[in-house]
C-alpha cells in the first residue's frame, strides 16, 4: 500500500494554526447563538468579534495553501523530463 508522505513542517504548522481558529470560531458562534437563544446583551460584541474571527479563519486557511507554494518553489520537486519532451538543440 502507498503512503501518502508527510507535509513539509511549516505547512503542518500552518494546517494546525488554522484548525485552532477554525474551532475557536466554531465555538464563539455556537456562544453567539446560546446568548441570542438568551436574549443576552452580550450577543452584539460577541458576534462582531466572530465576524472578525472568521476574517483570520479564512487568512489561516490561505495561509496553509501559501505556504505549502513557497516551501514547494524554495525546495522544488523532484522532475525529470518525460519521453516526449525534446533535447537540446544541435545535440546528437
Known sequence: MYAKPRMPDPVRAAAV?????????LTQLVAVLLCALAGSWLVLPLL???????????????????TRQAWLQRHGVVSLPSSAARGRRGAV
Open 48 to 66: 462582531l468579534s466572530t465576524l472578525a474571527n472568521a476574517v483570520v479563519a479564512t487568512w489561516a486557511v490561505l495561509d496553509i495553501w501559501v
Open 17 to 25: 494554526r488554522a484548525v485552532i481558529v477554525i474551532a475557536l470560531t
